[in-house]
């Protein structure tokens, strides 16, 4: 992916910038809409907003149409109470929604004047491949008399924004790891992210090697921007501000990437009303990967790369491997089969086996994008099927190489 760079400069100088626009379709109202999550086929959207005449916040869903917007949004019942739903988070794999209520259920807290408050709670449902599961109260000490909202999972990390009841003004970002089947206790992201200002809904990209997250500290646009920082081990380095056109002099906040449709969702407030959905989308390119695909039903490429003599990808892998993730998120009935061919040289035996474990890492990383494994079968072929006869490097290099197969019609 992209990260590595200010928002702005992350295209190459030769292609156009990213276009910024309200999302397509009859999603945004005169009512906040906020939240915003896909699912990792980037065909449904879901997020949340007030505008039944219940008077609560309601997680919505809306699927993409094929001429790319979105149709009219439906409320998503099985995931809305009769009090605030909000907040819906997808996992990369589909198979997990995080949520914010304060449903019958949630803690309560004793406000100042007497009265009982109900705090709002993060809440998990599961996908079981054609619904989503009602929403169980994820625990202490997760969940507290203080409001926790805008969840974000990637692996065993869960990252939250809390603030004391009624004081927004006072929101942090938490972190959890679930460890030993049970969640740590949340911990406050360390300074630079958290600060003297209000800081929320951050967000990682897919590789865990970049946090965006909205605040309204000082030398902003407006009042919340949205930033972006490089995540080193434990700590986070060179923060920036996103920039125009991400930013403008209203408030945005809540950022996500969706990878196959190459698309920043966030929100900004706009003038003279609440919160809408934003896109940021960087003008497709031709996929060379889904072309030869579409075309021939298989595609070689030799730019899967491993580390020598093991089944283990070197990150550049990822470019091509994210070409084969889109088309297959895109393509949601193909089946596919990876298989993993060898160079000339070494054992052969060695070479049998090392080429299947490295059809199976590629087919775990696939998985870990989210796409379903039953969707994908992995052979070995070792050095039985060169491309060249040789052993120079240059022979090897063709014959090292990664095979993808669409196996039905």
Same mark, same amino acid.
């Given at each position: 992916?992209?990260?590595?760079?200010?928002?702005?400069?992350?295209?190459?100088? /030769?292609?156009?910038?990213?276009?910024?626009?309200?999302? &397509?379709?009859?999603?945004?109202?005169?009512?906040?809409?906020?939240?915003?999550?896909?699912?990792?086929?980037?065909?449904?959207?879901?997020?949340?907003?007030?505008?039944?005449?219940?008077? %609560?916040?309601?997680?919505?869903?809306? +699927?993409?149409?094929?001429?790319?917007?979105?149709?009219?949004?439906?409320?998503?019942? #099985? *995931?809305?109470?009769?009090?605030? +739903?909000?907040?819906?988070?997808?996992?990369?794999?589909?198979?997990?929604?995080?949520?914010?209520?304060? =449903?019958?259920?949630?803690?309560?807290?004793?406000?100042?004047?007497?009265?009982?408050?109900?705090?709002?709670?993060?809440? #998990?449902?599961?996908?079981?491949?054609?619904?989503?599961?009602?929403?169980?109260?994820?625990?202490?000490?997760?969940?507290?008399?203080?409001?926790?909202?805008?969840?974000?999972?990637?692996? +065993?990390?869960?990252?939250?924004?809390?603030?004391?009841?009624?004081?927004?003004?006072?929101?942090?970002?938490? %972190?959890?790891? $679930?460890?030993?089947?049970?969640?740590?206790?949340?911990?406050? *992201?360390?300074?630079?992210?958290?600060?003297?200002?209000?800081?929320?809904?951050?967000? $990682?990209?897919?590789?865990?090697?970049?946090?965006? $997250?909205?605040?309204?500290?000082?030398?902003?646009?407006?009042?919340? +921007?949205?930033?972006?920082?490089?995540?080193?081990?434990?700590?986070?380095?060179?923060?920036?501000?996103?920039?125009?056109?991400?930013?403008?002099?209203?408030?945005?906040? %809540?950022?996500?990437?969706?990878?196959?449709?190459?698309?920043?969702?966030?929100? =900004? =407030?706009?003038?003279?009303?609440?919160?809408?959905?934003?896109?940021?989308?960087?003008?497709?390119?031709?996929?060379?990967?889904?072309?030869?695909?579409?075309?021939?039903?298989?595609?070689?490429?030799?730019?899967?790369?491993?580390?020598?003599?093991?089944?283990?990808?070197?990150?550049?892998?990822?470019?091509?491997?994210?070409?084969?993730?889109?088309? *297959?998120?895109?393509?949601?009935?193909?089946?596919?089969?990876?298989?993993?061919?060898?160079?000339?040289?070494?054992?052969?035996?060695?070479?049998?086996?090392?080429?299947?474990?490295?059809?199976? /890492?590629?087919?775990? %990383?696939?998985?870990?994008?989210?796409?379903?494994? !039953?969707?994908?079968?992995?052979?070995?072929?070792?050095?039985? &099927?060169?491309?060249?006869?040789?052993?120079?490097?240059?022979?090897? !290099?063709?014959?090292?190489?990664?095979? $993808?197969?669409?196996?039905?019609?």
């Amino acid at each position: 992916m992209f990260f590595s760079l200010p928002i702005a400069a992350q295209v190459e100088p /030769s292609e156009p910038s990213l276009v910024v626009a309200p999302i &397509q379709g009859p999603i945004n109202t005169e009512f906040q809409e906020f939240g915003p999550t896909m699912t990792p086929d980037a065909k449904t959207l879901y997020f949340y907003s007030k505008r039944t005449n219940r008077g %609560y916040t309601e997680i919505f869903k809306s +699927d993409r149409k094929k001429d790319g917007t979105w149709d009219y949004p439906e409320e998503a019942d #099985v *995931l809305n109470s009769p009090f605030d +739903d909000q907040s819906p988070f997808i996992s990369r794999d589909g198979k997990t929604l995080l949520l914010s209520s304060n =449903r019958d259920g949630s803690v309560e807290v004793m406000l100042p004047d007497g009265k009982v408050g109900i705090s709002r709670d993060l809440y #998990v449902s599961n996908w079981n491949g054609k619904n989503w599961s009602k929403p169980v109260a994820l625990p202490s000490p997760i969940n507290t008399e203080e409001i926790e909202e805008n969840p974000h999972l990637l692996g +065993d990390t869960l990252l939250f924004t809390r603030y004391p009841f009624g004081k927004p003004n006072l929101a942090k970002v938490y %972190y959890s790891q $679930f460890k030993g089947e049970k969640w740590s206790m949340p911990k406050l *992201l360390p300074s630079p992210i958290n600060d003297n200002y209000a800081t929320i809904a951050a967000a $990682f990209n897919d590789d865990g090697t970049i946090l965006f $997250f909205s605040s309204n500290r000082p030398g902003g646009f407006g009042g919340f +921007d949205l930033y972006m920082a490089k995540i080193e081990g434990e700590t986070f380095k060179d923060i920036e501000n996103l920039g125009a056109p991400i930013n403008s002099n209203e408030d945005e906040a %809540y950022i996500v990437f969706q990878q196959v449709k190459k698309t920043f969702l966030f929100c =900004r =407030r706009v003038e003279g009303r609440s919160f809408d959905l934003f896109t940021a989308s960087i003008p497709k390119q031709e996929n060379i990967v889904q072309k030869k695909l579409e075309e021939s039903k298989k595609i070689s490429l030799d730019s899967v790369y491993f580390e020598r003599a093991s089944s283990v990808l070197k990150p550049e892998s990822s470019v091509p491997l994210d070409a084969i993730v889109d088309y *297959l998120h895109e393509n949601s009935e193909k089946k596919m089969k990876i298989i993993g061919h060898t160079d000339l040289t070494g054992n052969f035996e060695d070479n049998m086996v090392l080429s299947k474990e490295r059809a199976d /890492s590629v087919k775990q %990383y696939l998985v870990s994008k989210g796409v379903d494994s !039953k969707r994908l079968l992995t052979e070995g072929k070792g050095p039985t &099927q060169p491309m060249v006869q040789g052993t120079d490097e240059v022979s090897s !290099k063709k014959n090292r190489r990664t095979e $993808f197969v669409i196996t039905d019609p």
